[in-house]
């Protein structure tokens, strides 16, 4: 009998993990490009099509409630929320310009060039606009894009991480995150 229910037990946890919410399949990415070339579109839209899957998928909610930091089922960062706080956070989509829920991602992204600057992309909570360098995009894969799209649109849900490099940098929402979509999209 005690076999039977840890059996039981194994398969409710695995199931919980592999449920995808309706919010995943159905959220929405309104991203609009500011001068940008129809090539450098198709390579935003190319991402968006990835992150589309991604979201979708049981394995990004998996990677991102499996999530540890310090040896704790959390993020660095993390706002006070757990793993599962988190994910539904980001389908939510609620951004702190616009704090409404439309489960979506609501961007505007344009380019800049700074061939001095190790600096992928930037943005700022008073504007919906996200900054990609040049620099990194040209050469970027659009799984690549995807990760420091979602990244930065991170930030737009309040997340943050620490300025200066250090361990614990890697593992704040908008680092980790942004490497679960990157390690995700290869697949696509």
Known sequence: MKYIALILFIFT???SHSYVPKDAYTFDFNVKTIRMSRMKEKKIDHSIDILREIFASPEFKRRILSHKFKGRYQFS????LSNAQIYRK????IERLHPYDNNAMDVEVELYTDHQSLVVGYTNPRTRRIWMNTKY???NSPAQVAANLTHEWLHKLGFDHEKVKCNDRKYSVPYAVGYIVRDLARRY
Not at 77 to 80: A, C, F, I, L, Y
Not at 90 to 93: A, E, H, N, R
Request: aromatic share 8%; proline share 0%; glycine share 14%.
């Open 77 to 80: 960062k993390n706002k006070g």
């Open 137 to 139: 995009f040209n050469r």
């Open 90 to 93: 980001i389908l939510k989509g």
């Open 13 to 15: 946890i695995s199931e």
